[in-house]
């Protein structure tokens, strides 16, 4: 089940979801916009490599926007620092970004209950595209969970992405024994 703008604001008022700043005009049917932060970063090195820590350039979004190019994997975050005790989170693309033909994510669209951080955008595009800090540039869709919850995301040892930022954090991958 997903969650309505009635809902969201209930559970907001409960505490189990937290979106920081919180804007009541970006409160959908059934999801919240989410805008895209200040910083960008990409990769130093052309080939990354799954065991190895990828270093990553992190800069500022100019006030005249940015354009980004294909074949660049582009490290976004949301401007929204959020946190989901009792639902699964999930973020979506806005369609007017899909038609500009940007992908936000390539495969981490959904977030772990417990969740509790701003998001990285695993950027992309088809053609070059000006873009601007405090665009909309997804929404976040909340589902209900059923169960009890053993494994709080921010609750784990292991978490690789627990730590707050308003910076990409780019694959920790190589944390992974394999």
């Known amino acids: 089940m997903i969650l309505t703008d009635e809902q969201i604001l209930a559970e907001m008022e409960r505490g189990t979801i937290v979106i920081e700043p919180f804007d009541r005009a970006c409160l959908g049917t059934n999801s919240y916009d989410v805008h895209l932060g200040r910083y960008l970063a990409t990769y130093r090195d052309h080939v990354l490599d799954a065991r190895k820590h990828n270093q990553i350039d ?5 006030e005249e926007g940015f354009v980004l190019t294909p074949e660049t994997l582009y490290l976004g975050v949301t401007e929204e620092y959020t946190e989901t005790h009792a639902h699964v989170p999930f973020l979506e693309g806005k369609s007017s970004v899909g038609r500009l033909g940007i992908d936000i994510h390539a ?3 959904k977030g772990d209950v417990g969740f509790s951080n701003t998001w990285t ?9 000006r873009i601007y800090r405090g665009m909309p540039i997804g929404q976040l ?9 053993q494994n709080y995301y921010n609750r784990k040892p292991n978490a690789k992405y627990n730590a707050r930022t308003d910076k990409p954090v780019e694959s920790m991958m190589w944390m992974n024994k394999f």
């Open 121 to 129: 955008l695993e950027i992309s595009v088809t053609q070059p595209v």
């Open 107 to 109: 495969t981490a669209g």
């Open 141 to 149: 869709i909340y589902f209900a969970v059923e169960g009890a919850i």
């Open 58 to 62: 992190v800069f500022e979004i100019p």
